[in-house]
T-cell receptor
Framework: GAGVSQTPSNKVTEKGKYVELRCDPISGHTALYWYRQSLGQGPEFLIY????????DSGLPNDRFFAVRPEGSVSTLKIQRTERGDSAVYLCASSPQGTRDTQYFGPGTRLTVL | KNQVEQSPQSLIILEGKNCTLQ??????????LRWYKQDTGRGPVSLTIMTFSENTKSNGRYTATLDADTKQSSLHITASQLSDSASYIC????????????FGAGTRLAVHP
């Protein structure tokens, strides 16, 4: 595809469950970012991948959150033991090389934890 | 603390009118400043990017200004259209030790006919 895609577009889960959110970046982009956006707020940085490695994971709120990018393209954000406070839109972005480049955002996954 | 503050929080204008959105930041050291447009239910889309040496950057009806001394930026929208209704987010790149984008909360703009 031409842009960043994310699946699912919506995810409803129960408190305590495990969820996985997927991001397909623009082909050839080496940098990938995950953000969390609460209603009425700007995106909040979670983690940044350069290739397969997490170059900066300082935004992950706690150890229930984990992200992988095993082959340097698709990334999965994993949330264990979900809490109601995890409800938000999770945005993924990619850029050609690094943080100096413009980031292209996907449409986001709206996560609702009941 | 590295912060990005935007004002107003929300704004309603009539189609065809101009408006200016403000962004103040305390991020230091600062590398560049970007304005993004985010339509409801969509991811943000980049409008402009300026380094500390640039004072103004235009993209069609959007003109961004930057004063790196006072740490202020503005986004001016000329001859607004209904399609300009969106959130406009100011983003500052922090370059001290690690590279990170710091997002403002956004200004929600509604353009009415």
């Amino acid at each position: 595809g031409a842009g960043v895609s994310q699946t699912p577009s919506n995810k409803v889960t129960e408190k305590g469950k495990y969820v996985e959110l997927r991001c397909d970046p623009i082909s050839g982009h080496t940098a990938l970012y995950w953000y969390r956006q609460s209603l009425g707020q700007g995106p909040e940085f979670l983690i940044y991948f350069q290739g397969t490695g997490a170059a900066d994971d300082s935004g992950l709120p706690n150890d229930r959150f984990f992200a992988v990018r095993p082959e340097g393209s698709v990334s999965t954000l994993k949330i264990q033991r979900t809490e109601r406070g995890d409800s938000a839109v999770y945005l993924c972005a990619s850029s050609p090389q690094g943080t100096r480049d413009t980031q292209y955002f996907g449409p986001g996954t709206r996560l609702t934890v009941l | 603390k590295n912060q990005v503050e935007q004002s107003p929080q929300s704004l309603i204008i009539l189609e065809g009118k101009n408006c200016t959105l403000q962004c103040n930041y305390t991020v230091s050291p600062f590398s560049n400043l970007r304005w993004y447009k985010q339509d409801t239910g969509r991811g943000p889309v980049s409008l402009t990017i300026m380094t500390f040496s640039e004072n103004t950057k235009s993209n069609g009806r959007y003109t961004a200004t930057l004063d790196a001394d006072t740490k202020q930026s503005s986004l001016h929208i000329t001859a607004s259209q209904l399609s300009d209704s969106a959130s406009y987010i100011c983003v500052v790149r922090f370059s001290g030790g690690y590279n990170k984008l710091i997002f403002g909360a956004g200004t929600r703009l509604a353009v009415h006919p």
